[in-house]
């Protein structure tokens, strides 16, 4: 699976938008773009996911360039309960009914304040 | 949908001795599963990947005769931390999966060793 870049840590004032970005310069055509985040010692949460199309859902939205070598979360008001760890990850659809395996990067460490 | 229920949510043991956790799916079949562990201040690192009635599949470094997988049904897991020292001591998380349909992750397990 492709290798992303995040930033290891932002921050981001309450109420407004949240936009983390991710490079995934080596992505491959079949390749999604997943996005989860983990709040402190807890399991990861699944927030978005896309092949090349923008996606918008109650949570985020993610915005995918048209060469897909680059995206963006984005929490359009973010609130402190925001504040975790993002993780972006790429990875190949299984064609076999089983799930290919998805790989964690250092993440972008996003703080909310006040 | 897609709850992963993981117990116990914390376990302290005695150097020497065996612990298992358990991941359940509670309203899907989990095709697939996978258990992580994170270490303080580090990103997930994956141990294994497990489909329902095959042996598992340990990365490399992961010692299979340490750590125990078990699928053996579409909505358990287990993972028997064999033989616990103090450096085994960390933060377990397992992820189930149905094929294409995501990843879910259970709460995660910390485990602590004396």
């Known amino acids: 699976d492709a290798k992303t870049t995040q930033p290891p840590s932002m921050d981001c004032a309450e109420g407004r938008a949240a936009n983390l970005p991710c490079n995934h310069s080596?992505?491959?055509?079949?390749?999604?773009v997943y996005w989860y985040r983990q709040i402190h010692s807890q399991g990861p949460q699944y927030i978005i996911h896309?092949?090349?199309n923008n996606e918008t859902n109650e949570m985020a939205s993610l915005i995918i360039t048209e060469d897909r070598k680059s995206s963006t979360l984005i929490l359009p008001h973010a609130t402190l309960r925001d504040t975790a760890v993002y993780y972006c990850?790429?990875?190949?659809?299984?064609?076999?009914?089983?799930?290919?395996?998805?790989?964690f990067g250092t993440g972008t460490r996003l703080q909310v304040t006040l | 949908g897609a709850v992963v229920s993981q117990h116990p949510s914390r376990v302290i043991c005695k150097s020497g001795t065996s612990v298992k956790i358990e991941c359940r799916s509670l309203?899907?079949?989990?095709?697939?599963m996978f258990w992580y562990r994170q270490f303080p201040k580090q990103s997930l690192m994956l141990m294994a990947t497990?489909?329902?009635?095959?042996?598992?599949?340990?990365e490399q470094g992961v010692e299979k005769d340490k750590f125990l997988i078990n699928h053996a049904s579409l909505t358990l897991s287990t993972l028997t931390v064999t033989s616990a020292h103090p450096e085994d001591s960390s933060f377990y998380i397992c992820?189930?999966?149905?094929?294409?349909?995501?990843?879910?992750f259970g709460s995660g397990t910390r485990l602590t060793v004396v």
């Open positions: 497990s489909n329902e009635g095959s042996k598992a599949t340990y």
């Open positions: 992820s189930a999966s149905r094929g294409n349909y995501g990843y879910t």
């Open positions: 080596t992505i491959s055509g079949n390749e999604y």
């Open positions: 309203d899907f079949q989990a095709t697939t």
């Open positions: 990850i790429v990875r190949v659809a299984s064609n076999t009914g089983t799930a290919s395996k998805l790989t």
């Open positions: 896309g092949l090349k």
